[in-house]
Antibody
Framework: QVQLVQSGSELKKPGASVKVSCKAS????????MNWLRQAPGQGLEWVGW????????MYAQGFKGRFVFSVDSSVSTAYLQISSLKPEDTAIYYC??????????????WGQGTLVTVSS | QSVVTQPPSASGTPGQRVTISCSGS????????VYWYQQLAATAPKLLIY???QRPSGVPDRFSGSKSGTSASLAITGLRSEDEAHYYC???????????FGGGTKLTVL
């Protein structure tokens, strides 16, 4: 079955960087885009952006351009989210989610289990 | 502030029918498909409705989606205790060139 497994929780200091991984299985990795989303503590969902896993081309939502970088390693069916110059307000659960069909943005299925990133001095 | 608006809370008793609204604009809900997600406590969101009114396999037919103009709705019939969760709507926004989510609705089963 299709499954996305994310890396474990991270505790980082302000100014540091973090790289979250999302390993896919059960389907052809490069045939479906991968989305990244954020959920701050007690808050709703925000779309961070999307990466074309075939070409490596990313699309970032407004407000996530600059410090957020997506990448993929198709040899291990894994997508990555790297956040640099971390701020306390980046503290959140970050989810990856598969795009079932090209061009239908917002259609996310399934989701990874989430990775908690905590930024604190 | 979300560009797509949902009521923060909704409630119902077992067996009742409840609806959750998702109000947007012509650049998002009004011109694009709407998706609904269910997030149970301390778990990742799960797709409930896709392409406005389609149910993925495995989702009970108690859940249905619809849209009229710039507003969409999620209806749940035969409410059950396990439906207690947060529900989010989402759509592509042509003006923002991104996916926008509603703020979420916490459904309580009384």
């Amino acid at each position: 079955q299709v499954q996305l497994v994310q890396s474990g929780s991270e505790l980082k200091k302000p100014g540091a960087s973090v790289k979250v991984s999302c390993k896919a299985s059960g389907y052809t990795f490069t045939s479906h885009a991968m989305n990244w989303l954020r959920q701050a503590p007690g808050q709703g969902l925000e779309w961070v952006g999307w990466i074309n896993t075939h070409t490596g081309n990313p699309m970032y939502a407004q407000g996530f351009k600059g410090r957020f970088v997506f990448s993929v390693d198709s040899s291990v069916s894994t997508a990555y989210l790297q956040i640099s110059s971390l701020k306390p307000e980046d503290t959140a659960i970050y989810y990856c989610a598969k795009d079932p069909d090209w061009g239908f943005f917002g259609w996310l299925d399934p989701w990874g289990q989430g990775t908690l990133v905590t930024v604190s001095s | 502030q979300s560009v797509v608006t949902q009521p923060p809370s909704a409630s119902g008793t077992p067996g009742q029918r409840v609806t959750i609204s998702c109000s947007g604009s012509s650049s998002n809900v009004g011109s694009n498909y709407v998706y609904w997600y269910q997030q149970l406590a301390a778990t990742a969101p799960k797709l409930l409705i896709y392409k406005t009114d389609q149910r993925p396999s495995g989702v009970p037919d108690r859940f249905s989606g619809s849209k009229s103009g710039t507003s969409a709705s999620l209806a749940i019939t035969g409410l059950r205790s396990e439906d207690e969760a947060h529900y989010y709507c989402a759509a592509w926004d042509d003006s923002l060139s991104g996916v926008v989510f509603g703020g979420g609705t916490k459904l309580t089963v009384l």
